[in-house]
Antibody, heavy 129, light 106 residues
Framework: EVQLVESGGGLVQPGGSLRLSCAAS????????MNWVRQAPGKGLEWVAY????????QYADSVKGRFTISRDKAKNSLYLQMNSLRAEDTAVYYC??????????????????????WGKGTTVTVSS | IQMTQSPSSLSASVGDRVTITCRAS??????LNWYQQKPGEVPNLLIY???SLQSGVPSRFSGSGSGTDFTLTISSLQPEDFATYYC?????????FGQGTRLEIK
């Protein structure tokens, strides 16, 4: 069974740090790009960070750039999110999500579509004093 | 790239045909995905590439559009369809979601 399991969430004071983990199983983790997506209480989805299969390309949302670091470990089939200088507005459920792609032939070109097809159940981060 | 959904909320009845709109701040070709999220659950992919139905998703869901304007249509609402729907662009790897459309029972 394809599965993603997040861990590492908890209560942290403003300015503190936390490291989230996401354990992948049931698929070849090293072949996929991965994402972190978060959802503040009662709010919508916010994409946080992206990393390619080789870690060659890494992207961050402006809201976390310079404070969060995404990484992965092929040997451990795991994805990580190091979160520093945490703020109250970082309070959210953090999901890891697999980035899948499918090639579709259009009229004149072939499109390579990317989408998040497998999600973990999330881990909750609360930033509060 | 900013994604704007309308309406933010919508009340409808079982059997209704419902359309949700998503607009991108710049052209994203057909690099648009739709997700459904039920309360307390994880987001579930419905549509990718603006109109391709994800495996296992009922055929009453359909997507259309290109450039900046997109729609998600549910042809005949079922009780299990009452949820929040999000669009997401994948034209840029700086992914962005719409703010969501909450679909409620009338």
């Amino acid at each position: 069974e394809v599965q993603l399991v997040e861990s590492g969430g908890g209560l942290v004071q403003p300015g503190g740090s936390l490291r989230l983990s996401c354990a992948a199983s049931g698929f070849t983790f090293s072949s996929y790009s991965m994402n972190w997506v978060r959802q503040a209480p009662g709010k919508g989805l916010e994409w946080v960070a992206y990393i390619t299969s080789t870690s060659g390309t890494i992207q961050y949302a402006d809201s976390v750039k310079g404070r969060f670091t995404i990484s992965r470990d092929k040997a451990k089939n795991s994805l990580y999110l190091q979160m520093n200088s945490l703020r109250a507005e970082d309070t959210a459920v953090y999901y890891c999500a697999r980035d899948e792609n499918t090639r579709v032939r259009g009229v004149e070109v072939v499109h390579s579509y990317y989408y998040m097809d497998v999600w973990g159940k999330g881990t909750t981060v609360t930033v509060s004093s | 790239i900013q994604m704007t959904q309308s309406p933010s909320s919508l009340s409808a009845s079982v059997g209704d045909r419902v359309t949700i709109t998503c607009r991108a701040s710049q052209s994203i070709s057909t690099y648009l995905n739709w997700y459904q999220q039920k309360p307390g659950e994880v987001p579930n992919l419905l549509i990718y590439g603006a109109s391709s139905l994800q495996s296992g998703v009922p055929s009453r869901f359909s997507g259309s559009g290109s450039g900046t304007d997109f729609t998600l249509t549910i042809s005949s609402l079922q009780p299990e369809d009452f949820a929040t729907y999000y669009c997401q662009q994948s034209y840029s790897t700086l992914y962005t979601f719409g703010q969501g459309t909450r679909l409620e029972i009338k």
